[in-house]
């Protein structure tokens, strides 16, 4: 039996972990892996791909990044933004198809978020025995309870944090931490709470920036004269605006450049020395975690037993510190998003925490 494997979308810290698993358990059974290359694009005819075999896979579990490479670009988009699913054209499907069934292919690991989830699901319907497994720093998907790649992204915000607090300091200022979080604010308010942030802004809770000013000229009559705010990169401007870099031609729109916004606004209202610096892609980068590491690689074991299993158009799913799965059509376009009166706000607020609003 042959089985093939693809990341696609962002990349994430853990992609390599799920290809780990995916290699291990998929030997055991005697099975060969294909590892499809950028994503989808590496179906289209003639094919970009490699054999994966268990020794291309020694020392990948630590590494960042993916040894298949990945895109959120090209062919196969059938998203941009939440809800607006687009098809992907036909004649695409029936190319790919042509090269799959040539390469004698009984399974097809699809390793992404929404947007190549939502890819996935159209193949499975178009007939494809496909699994998914749930990728995204974001860790927005409300069909796993978790994802790969959102603790490392947390830890890297943590160690940001920690630095810009030691400046923050020196100088008693103000300084604007933002963070990745395109609809959902988890890596900002985990992030936010682990670093010791006082300001958390998430795109799920609407901000006054007057209460924020207040919030930080109390703390600095109360002789803390250092603030640190963490925003997430889709949180919306009082007046409704997100801010963003450009359109990011053919893929979703690139946001960016709220942190800075922020920071003016409340230099302007406080008074105080205010800088901002954006984490960017420093949060995909890296190693991933010991958690990531572990989680991946058991998505990977677990996808490739879904395969055994013949339980096509499934997607492997985290709940209660159990790994099973759910149908793809339940995990896509549907989006965890931060509760504004949810027990984590509340926790961050019962500490003091100013969230804005
Ligand atoms: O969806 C994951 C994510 O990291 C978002 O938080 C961010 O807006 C986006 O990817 C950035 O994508 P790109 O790599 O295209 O800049």
């Given at each position: 039996m042959r089985i093939g494997i693809l990341n696609s979308g962002g990349d994430c810290p853990g992609l390599n972990a799920v290809i780990h698993g995916v290699v291990g358990a998929a030997h055991q059974l005697g099975w060969?892996?294909?590892?499809?290359?950028?994503?989808?694009?590496?179906?289209?005819?003639?094919?970009?791909?490699?054999?994966?075999?268990?020794?291309?896979?020694i020392g990948i579990l630590k590494?960042?990044?993916?040894?298949l490479g990945s895109t959120n670009k090209g062919h196969f988009a059938a998203k941009v933004g939440v809800g607006n699913v687009a098809e992907v054209p036909s004649q695409i499907i029936e190319k790919a198809k042509r090269t799959f069934d040539q390469m004698g292919i009984s399974a097809l690991i699809i390793v992404g978020g929404d947007g190549s989830l939502t890819t996935a699901l159209q193949l499975y319907h178009a007939g494809w025995p496909i699994?998914?497994?749930?990728?995204?720093?974001?860790?927005?998907?409300?069909?796993?309870?978790?994802?790969?790649?959102?603790?490392?992204?947390?830890?890297?915000?943590?160690?940001?944090?920690?630095?810009?607090?030691?400046?923050?300091?020196?100088?008693?200022?103000?300084?604007?931490?933002?963070?990745?979080?395109?609809?959902?604010?988890?890596?900002?308010?985990?992030?936010?709470?682990?670093?010791?942030?006082?300001?958390?802004?998430?795109?799920?809770?609407p901000f006054?920036?007057?209460?924020?000013?207040?919030?930080?000229k109390d703390r600095d009559s109360r002789g803390h004269h250092a603030s640190l705010i963490v925003i997430a990169e889709?949180?919306?401007?009082?007046?409704?605006?997100i801010v963003t870099v450009d359109s990011n031609k053919g893929g979703e729109v690139r946001l960016g450049g709220i942190g800075e916004r922020v920071a003016e606004k409340l230099e302007a209202l406080t008074g105080k020395d205010t800088r901002s610096c954006t984490l960017g892609h420093l949060q995909r980068g890296g190693a991933p975690t010991a958690l990531d590491r572990i989680l991946g690689m058991r998505f990977g074991v677990k996808a490739v037993k879904l395969a055994a299993e013949g339980a096509f158009g499934k997607m492997v799913s985290?709940?209660?510190?159990?790994?099973?799965?759910?149908?793809?059509?339940?995990?896509?376009?549907?989006?965890?998003?931060?509760?504004?009166?949810?027990?984590?706000?509340?926790?961050?607020?019962?500490?003091?925490?100013?969230?804005?609003?």
């Open positions: 060969e892996v294909i590892g499809f290359k950028d994503g989808f694009e590496g179906l289209l005819p003639p094919g970009d791909f490699k054999i994966l075999k268990p020794s291309d896979t590494l960042g990044g993916t040894i699994i998914g497994v749930p990728k995204t720093i974001d860790n927005d998907l409300s069909a796993t309870a978790m994802t790969f790649g959102f603790d490392s992204a947390v830890t890297t915000v943590v160690d940001g944090l920690d630095r810009l607090n030691t400046t923050a300091e020196s100088h008693k200022r103000v300084m604007v931490l933002e963070v990745m979080g395109r609809h959902a604010g988890w890596i900002a308010l985990w992030g936010g709470i682990a670093g010791g942030a006082n300001v958390i802004l998430l795109p799920e809770i006054s920036l007057e209460k924020v000013a207040d919030f930080i889709g949180a919306k401007m009082p007046s409704g605006d985290y709940q209660s510190y159990h790994v099973g799965s759910v149908p793809i059509e339940d995990a896509v376009n549907q989006l965890r998003l931060v509760e504004p009166d949810g027990e984590v706000v509340q926790a961050a607020k019962a500490v003091g925490i100013c969230m804005g609003d």
